[in-house]
Every structure is written in C-alpha cells, then in structure tokens.
Nanobody
Framework: QVQLVESGGGSVQAGGSLRLSCVAS????????MAWFRQAPGKEREGIAG????????DYSDSVKDRFTISQDIAKNTVYLQMNSLKADDTAMYYC??????????????????WGQGTQVTVSS
C-alpha cells in the first residue's frame, strides 16, 4: 500500500507562486511514478506534472509547462510542485498520485491507483 499526504495549497494573487509538497509512505516499488493532477469545478481531472522515481524524468502538460516544476527528494520520500506565474485558471484542487508503470508518468495509458486527499489552490485575478 501507498499513502500520500499533500500540503502547501492556499490563496495567492495572479502572478504569484506556491509550492506543493507530497509525502509518500509505503512500498517504493508501487510508486515508480509520482504525479500531480488537478481538478477545477465542472472540469475533468488533468494530469499536469509527473516524475519518475528512478531516473527523475519529468513530464508536463502544455497548460503548465515553463511555469511549474516537479521535483523530488527521495531521501524524504517527498515530491514537490513549484508553481510560478500563477493564473486564475490554475485554481483547482490539486492531488498527488502514485503508480508503478512501464510508461512515462503522464502517458494516457497510466492508471494511477494511489491518491492523496488533495490541497486547494485558489488564484485571484
């Protein structure tokens, strides 16, 4: 089993920054990919950033590329999402997720099985 706990959400003005954290526990072989998803009211859940535990390979959605950075501290079992140049459209609940997969972390074929409880990010314009 894998447990995920997110933190770091909050309210910020457009143009500001936030850093989300996700602390993972449980079997590491069950989580060779970690990713951040978000879901805004009335919208589908969107995978926005992923990182492979071994190689540290990262992947981003077009909506956050060049603004958000995913990173990890393996010793702390923590994945981060640094969010810069935030926009009102970034307002959503943000979730950390984990999976063991042979694909890249944001590949559409990947089905994440472990999820955190979510942390709210609100960006005011």
């Amino acid at each position: 089993q894998v447990q995920l706990v997110e933190s770091g959400g909050g309210s910020v003005q457009a143009g500001g920054s936030l850093r989300l954290s996700c602390v993972a526990s449980g079997r590491t072989y069950l989580r060779n990919c970690m990713a951040w998803f978000r879901q805004a009211p009335g919208k589908e859940r969107e995978g926005i950033a992923g990182i492979s535990r071994g190689a540290g390979t990262t992947d981003y959605s077009d909506s956050v590329k060049d603004r958000f950075t995913i990173s990890q501290d393996i010793a702390k079992n923590t994945v981060y999402l640094q969010m810069n140049s935030l926009k009102a459209d970034d307002t959503a609940m943000y979730y950390c997720a984990a999976v063991s997969t042979i694909y890249t972390c944001l590949d559409s074929r990947v089905k994440y099985g472990y999820w955190g409880q979510g942390t709210q990010v609100t960006v005011s314009s």
